[in-house]
């Protein structure tokens, strides 16, 4: 499907865009950008999270365009403009994180390498980050360095508060029982974007959460509602995965970690920890921040910025 440009959000000038077939050949939607202001420093990919869509990222794609920066960026599949996985598009679905894995070798493979001037670097939220935490320990990755803001290493409990041993007990049961593609307890249709303001727990940024919003009321083909069983399986899976102790130790590209504060989707203290056991790599705490620390108000995207240029070289006032 085309980018959706709208008053408020539109699409940044330049954009090639188009369909790549994931690793199974289903049709995965992508977008490019080249740079806006020299020196050219390369390519950023972005990487987003669950439920997420490239509309999202317009503003940070300027901000990186800005900077040097040509962008690639890609909707995983399952959610965005790509290929949904179940009859109902409003699930979001996975059978193991591994087939992002592979979709990301795809993405390089077939768009960024051929279309995308180097050296490579990943900007990656949330779940996004844990797969890019996956990529990194591979011998031969793409990236000279990886950013990850608010990875999901642990996901923090619901409302009801259920220890994440049981969560994950109920999950795995329900997926052996045949009921993968179940919504989780409580999930729904319902996308997150479409919770009052004042009830959210990604960004305390109101003009940017109704931007965001209004996307969605315009597109809602875009729209992902409650993860499923399969999919929340996965999750636990992979972030068991990548907080193996032995994990981060070997990770082989420089990584810097974001987390944010005030973050309630996924658990600060795990990346914090995760951070530690790095050989090469730095950990930031953005202050005041919610989960989305790239969607959040001017104050904490300036800090966010602010790390993001010094770590990369970067002349703040060129930038």
Same mark, same amino acid.
């Given at each position: ?50 439920? #997420? ?6 503003? $940070?794609? &300027?901000? /990186?365009? %800005?900077?040097?920066?040509a962008? @690639? ?25 591994s087939?992002?894995?592979r ?28 797969i ?7 011998t ?13 290493? #642990? ?6 508060? $259920?220890? &994440?041993? /049981?969560? %994950?007990?109920?999950?795995?049961? @329900? ?29 305390s ?59 309630r ?5 795990a ?12 950990h ?36």
């Amino acid at each position: 499907m085309p980018l959706v440009s709208l008053a408020k959000n539109p699409v940044p000038s330049g954009a090639t865009t188009g369909d790549f077939p994931g690793y199974d050949g289903a049709p995965l939607r992508y977008a490019r950008w080249s740079a806006t202001r020299g020196p050219a420093r390369g390519t950023f990919c972005v990487f987003t999270g669950r439920s #997420e869509y490239i509309e999202k990222y317009f503003e $940070v794609i &300027a901000d /990186l365009r %800005r900077r040097g920066f040509a962008v @690639a960026i890609h909707d995983w599949r399952g959610q965005g403009g790509s290929h949904r996985m179940l009859p109902n598009p409003r699930k979001g679905h996975i059978k193991d994180f591994s087939e992002f894995d592979r979709d990301l070798a795809a993405f390089m493979q077939q768009i960024v390498l051929p279309e995308c001037p180097p050296p490579y670097y990943a900007l990656a939220h949330s779940m996004g980050g844990n797969i890019l935490a996956r990529h990194a320990v591979a011998t031969d990755s793409w990236f000279e360095r990886i950013v990850l803001s608010a990875p999901m290493f #642990e996901i923090l409990a619901e409302k009801e508060r $259920v220890p &994440a041993g /049981l969560a %994950r007990f109920f999950v795995e049961t @329900a997926c052996l029982l045949g009921f993968s593609t179940r919504y989780v307890p409580t999930g729904s249709d319902q996308p997150a974007e479409m919770t009052t303001f004042e009830g959210n727990m990604l960004t305390s940024d109101r003009e940017r959460y109704m931007r965001n919003r209004q996307v969605i009321e315009a597109a809602p083909e875009l729209a992902l509602g409650y993860p499923t069983d399969g999919w929340t399986r996965a999750a636990y899976r992979s972030c068991a995965h990548v907080m193996d102790p032995a994990f981060a130790r070997r990770v082989k590209v420089p990584l810097l970690l974001f987390s944010a504060a005030n973050d309630r989707i996924v658990s600060s203290r795990a990346i914090e920890a995760f951070a530690s056991r790095l050989k090469i790599g730095a950990h930031v705490t953005i202050p005041q921040s919610q989960h989305e620390i790239m969607q959040e108000n001017d104050t904490i995207r300036q800090h966010f910025w602010s790390v993001f240029d010094a770590y990369l070289g970067i002349d703040a006032n060129a930038a």
